[in-house]
């Protein structure tokens, strides 16, 4: 089975600060993980994804995430927020075998406050 | 940037009633999904594809039905619309690959209120 721990459910940061989105995961196999963010009124768009090659992942609009096994951790950070980044978050992992079953977090909304 | 369509953006029906979302890639993805979201939930899987002719139920027991009959098309239908199925409804899509990586990319969501 495999699960996925948002910490937070909300987060505010203030503009130009970092911004940092944890997100935990547990799985029995080498997992797949994803960073995905919706804004109001749409569909999830893909920020990143780590699909083991580099630890440290680089995804769009300047965010990035690093994949820690010892912790079981993939945070979503970016150095310096801006107002365009609030929205919702969701971390999501994946066994990448099968049918392919992704298990979604409960989301992070990230508030960015001028 | 992935192409996929949803249609209706925003549907209000009264009980009762039989409403069809529809959802189009052009992408020409093997695997289609049925997701259900609502405020501070995990989205909820109720139905994916493999193929054409290929359905199945997901983890989330729906009360609607889906069809697979060409590549791009996943229509989710529910035959008698009740308050509970007020929600948001989003459709994926998502290459097969040899190795088994995929990623899901997302329709813009089919919010849906029934009276």
């Known amino acids: 089975a495999q699960s996925v721990t948002q910490l937070g459910s909300h987060v505010s940061v203030s503009e130009g600060a970092l911004v940092l989105l944890r997100c935990n995961y547990s799985s029995s196999v080498p997992p797949y993980l994803f960073w995905y963010v919706q804004y109001p009124n749409q569909g999830l768009q893909l920020l990143l994804k780590y699909t083991s090659a580099a630890t440290l992942v680089k995804g769009i609009n300047g965010f990035e995430a690093e994949f820690k096994k010892s912790e079981t951790s993939f945070h979503l950070t970016k150095p310096s927020a801006h107002m365009s980044d609030a929205a919702e978050y969701f971390c999501?992992?994946?066994?990448?075998?099968?049918?392919?079953?992704?298990?979604f977090g409960t989301g992070t909304k990230l508030q960015v406050i001028p | 940037e992935a192409d996929i369509y949803q249609t209706p953006r925003y549907l209000v029906i009264g009980t009762g009633k039989k409403i069809t979302l529809e959802c189009s890639q052009t992408?020409?993805?093997?695997?289609m999904y049925w997701y259900q979201q609502d405020p501070g939930m995990e989205l909820h899987l109720i139905h994916y594809?493999?193929?054409?002719?290929?359905?199945e139920k997901g983890d989330l027991s729906s009360e609607s039905t889906v069809s697979r009959i060409r590549t791009e098309h996943f229509p989710l239908t529910l035959e008698s619309a009740r308050p509970s199925h007020t929600s948001q409804y989003l459709c994926a899509s998502a290459r097969r690959t040899r190795t088994g990586q995929e990623t899901q990319y997302f329709g813009p969501g089919t919010r849906l209120l029934v009276l």
């Open positions: 999501a992992v994946s066994d990448g075998r099968g049918y392919q079953k992704v298990t």
């Open positions: 992408m020409g993805h093997d695997k």
């Open positions: 594809s493999y193929g054409v002719n290929s359905t």
